[in-house]
């Protein structure tokens, strides 16, 4: 079983940054597929960041400009730099990777950007 735990969410104000983290752990094989996803109370969930598997990054409208996606393949771990906050960022954030043809998802991290 592949497990993901993502951190680094909180309040912050708008035009502030955060990093959130993601680490997986369980049997991976490889990963050919990682991305950031968010979802707002009574909206449908959208994505953030990916990285397919030949490096290729693809960011959502949302994000162009704002946010980076990066990992860290020796620790199993993706990233997502969040610069230049606005409160309309705020949503629950979810790591998701693919492994043998199969999604895993983290549990969510909960991002506040409000003054």
């Known amino acids: 079983q592949v497990q993901l735990v993502e951190s680094g969410g909180g309040l912050v104000q708008p035009g502030g940054s955060l990093r959130l983290s993601c680490t997986a752990s369980?049997?991976?094989?490889?990963?050919?597929?990682m991305g950031w996803y968010r979802q707002a109370p009574g909206k449908q969930r959208e994505l953030v960041a990916e990285?397919?598997?030949?490096?290729?990054?693809n960011y959502g409208d949302c994000a162009k400009g704002r946010f980076a996606l990066s990992r860290d393949n020796a620790k199993n771990q993706v990233y997502l730099q969040m610069d230049s906050l606005k409160p309309e960022d705020t949503a629950v954030y979810y790591c998701?990777?693919?492994?043998?043809?199969?999604?895993?998802w983290g549990q969510g991290t909960q991002v506040t950007v409000s003054s």
């Open positions: 990285l397919n598997y030949i490096g290729i990054t």
């Open positions: 369980g049997s991976i094989f490889s990963i050919t597929h």
């Open positions: 998701k990777i693919r492994d043998r043809g199969y999604d895993f």
